[in-house]
């Protein structure tokens, strides 16, 4: 027998889609203030959208500055856990434009997709938890758990504002645990599970080796150069294979077990292909798998490096100033502040007499996170994803870094499910951002269904 909130939000479909066409319209991109309209906008279209649910508390929550985020709660399930739900609703910029097939803001179906920017990051699995709820409370009155969405406003512009909200208003979002519709599936061959995440950290430095620039007619083979020195430095963090050589940089990080490394082989990983589709070459400790160094290992890149002149034609200079910028992503058990004592203890140990050293580190740094394979929120996935996806789902580490889990850890306490229903081949950044229709069917079946699981465990035991 169907799940009456499942046939519910089957017959909803078509106007669930509707709104879902009225939300891609609004371009709410979060990293240029020419779109300042339209984040009001889509404010005012999910403020309306909660109210119209029927979830109470609907406003906004501020840090006094940037992008606000829009919160709704339901709390009429007794001794039931509250879990927050998390998404976000601004979009990256379109650019470019031209790459485009339709206009990015101008939702188009084709072959069963939904192309816009934002459909697949982040709203269409946005809307598929909020649309949940609301069918909860429309087909039977309440919902099984205490609910709480915040949908925040700058994801896509860093989360400036992220932890100021949460700290400020930390006593509003207590939950015992998160639900997030970022973080979508991990392969399109079949259901995953995101058990945890590399941690990120974040430095840019400057070498500076004289006063001013120099003509390398007059002072060529006399003094350093700014770039050569730079050069150096940025070398000495790999040796020739591309295996990080600082001193102490993953001191903290845990053992990759055997065990490890069977869980992360249990994930079908193509290398040829996964290389293949970007023309690149691979690098690392080849006594792991690709997929080992990309989820259990901590790694150095540098994201950009300048100085002197790159203008059209040649300029005879040596240059006084370089600079660099670099992010590590860092395995479970790694601390950012670790990490980066490390490398600029490294730098600074390898800069050559009398060159002066600048270096400014990002507060946007987040720990590595795991959520434990015998958590009720993974146990209560696996549950929900074998009975609709009809398989067994795999248990995974995701490569990248998704900040607000880190986050809601460290500020609230919060353990998060991540149970977004957008596909790793869904361009997202990049032109022609899709969503597939059939992804709505899959997160209908599974919400409810996953909501209705979790509220058959105590509150505590959803925490920690």
């Given at each position: 027998?169907l799940?009456p909130v499942?046939a519910?939000l ?25 779109f ?10 999910l403020?309306?959208?909660?109210q119209?649910?029927?979830l109470h ?17 339901w ?6 856990p ?18 485009w ?18 459909a ?12 949940t709820v ?7 009155g ?5 609910v709480?969405i ?8 860093g989360?400036?504002?992220?932890p100021?909200?949460?700290s400020?208003?930390s ?12 973080g ?7 259901p995953?599970?995101?058990?945890g ?11 500076i ?13 006399a ?23 600082v001193p102490?940089f993953?001191?903290?990080?845990d053992?990759i ?10 994930f079908?990983?193509?290398e040829?292909a996964f290389?293949?589709d ?9 006594a ?6 990309l ?15 790159t ?6 200079v040596?240059?006084?100033r ?7 992503r ?10 980066l ?9 390898g ?8 270096v400014?580190?990002s ?12 958590h ?7 549950t929900?994803?074998?009975?609709t ?5 795999v248990?995974i ?10 986050l ?11 149970f ?7 361009d997202?950044?990049?032109?022609n ?7 709505f ?10 909501l209705r ?7 505590n035991?959803?925490?920690?």
């Open positions: 027998m799940d499942v519910h089957v017959a909803e479909k078509p106007a669930i889609l509707d709104r879902f066409a009225r939300y891609l319209r609004i371009a709410s991109v979060s990293t240029d203030p020419a300042s309209d339209s984040m009001e906008d889509a404010r005012r279209f403020l309306a959208r909660l119209e649910i029927g508390g609907v406003r906004m929550l501020d840090a006094g500055s940037g992008q606000p985020a829009i919160y709704g709660e709390l009429g399930a007794k001794d039931a509250t879990l927050l739900i998390y998404g976000h609703y601004d979009v990256q910029p379109a650019g470019p434009l031209e790459k097939v339709t206009p990015p803001f101008i939702p188009t179906e084709r072959d069963g997709r939904i192309y816009a920017r934002g697949s990051d982040v709203k269409g699995s946005t809307l598929i938890a909020l649309e609301a069918a909860f409370l429309a087909v039977e309440e919902c099984p758990v205490n709480k915040i949908l925040e406003g700058e994801e896509e512009s989360s400036p504002s992220l100021e909200i949460v400020r208003h006593e509003v979002l207590a939950a015992d645990a998160m639900l997030s519709a970022d979508g599936r991990g392969s399109l061959d079949g995953t599970i995101n058990v995440m590399r941690g990120l950290a974040r430095l840019e430095f400057s070498v080796t004289a006063e001013k620039d120099c003509h390398s007619g007059k002072y060529g083979g003094i350093r150069n700014a770039l050569h020195e730079m050069a150096a430095l940025v070398a000495s963090l790999h040796d020739h294979n591309g295996l990080v050589v102490g993953d001191a903290g990080a053992e077990t055997e065990e490890r490394r069977r869980e992360t082989a249990a079908a990983f193509d040829a290389l293949g970007i023309g690149a070459q691979p690098r690392g400790d080849g792991y798998s690709m997929r080992e160094r989820t259990l290992m901590s790694c150095i890149d540098v994201n950009g490096m300048w100085g002197g002149y203008g059209t034609g040649s300029m005879t040596i240059p006084q370089a600079s660099a910028k670099l992010t590590m860092l395995a479970p058990g790694n601390s950012p502040q670790q990490a004592d490390a490398v600029e203890a490294h730098l600074r140990n800069l050559a007499p009398g060159c002066r050293f600048l400014h580190r507060e946007a740094a987040c720990m590595p996170y795991t959520l434990r394979a015998d009720p929120l993974v146990l209560a996935a696996q929900v994803l074998r009975a996806a009809k398989s067994e789902p248990l580490r995701h490569a990248a870094t998704i900040p607000i889990v880190s809601f850890k460290e500020k609230l306490g919060l353990d998060t499910l991540m977004g229903f957008h596909l790793p081949d869904e997202i950044h990049a032109p951002e899709f969503f597939r229709l059939t992804s069917d899959e997160g209908f079946n599974a919400w409810p269904r996953l699981e979790l509220s058959k465990f105590a509150p035991a959803l925490r920690g």
